[in-house]
């Protein structure tokens, strides 16, 4: 029984991602009433508010979420497997299963409606928290695989810290490219510079 109620919240905190993603793109953020959401996800107020301190952080969600969702598969990647091949794919990992659109060249349209998303500055502080809190998480993670300590150790920390930069870097260069490239080549790109050191040459290798 606690296994579908599990499934059903996170089914419903699912939903009103979608919706407040939708409504955003559709009528820009400010646009955007937590009523409108709730409706047409089918719930209360009460209960997004079980969810989501407020609409910016619904919208930003889905972007979040990606990060703890690399912890996640940063911790069920094979002991064994080098530290940079598995943060590489871990971090990979949670863009190639957002739909098919990330792995390919992105309409205009889409990415316009999104840097308008990604610029409001209450959905980017959102972001920001989340992503920090992510990054004390997936240092955790780190020390795991390197038998080292992520309270006093300064080498599990600084990884995450710059892993998550460089898909942050990733992410923002997709959404400003000229002509659109697709983004989950680079983001491995990227992730690769980083594990090569970034030498003075190097320029990420993006198709």
């Given at each position: ?120 500055p209450a959905v980017r ?83």
């Open positions: 029984m606690s296994g579908l109620r599990e499934r059903k919240k996170r089914a419903t905190r699912e939903a009103l991602m979608t919706v407040a993603l939708r409504l955003a793109l559709e009528r820009g953020p400010e646009g955007v009433r937590v009523e409108d959401v709730a409706a047409e996800a089918g719930v209360s107020v009460r209960t997004f508010n079980n969810y989501f301190a407020g609409k910016y952080e619904a919208m930003a969600a889905g972007h979040t979420d990606r990060f703890g969702r690399a912890v996640a598969a940063l911790r069920a990647r094979p002991a064994e497997e080098p530290l940079w091949e598995a943060l590489t794919q871990a971090m990979v990992e949670p863009w190639e299963g957002h739909s098919g659109r990330l792995g390919t060249t992105p309409d205009p349209e889409l990415l316009a409606s999104v840097r308008l998303l990604a610029d409001e502080a959102v972001s920001m928290r989340a992503v920090s809190a992510a990054d004390s998480e997936l240092a955790a993670a780190i020390a795991e695989r390197t038998g080292t300590d992520a309270a006093r150790d300064l080498y599990p920390r600084l990884v995450a810290v710059t892993a998550t930069a460089a898909v942050q870097t990733a992410v923002v260069h997709w959404l400003h490219s000229d002509p659109p490239v697709p983004l989950v080549p680079l983001l491995r790109a990227v992730l690769r510079a980083l594990a090569a050191g970034l030498p003075d040459t190097a320029r990420p290798d993006v198709p």
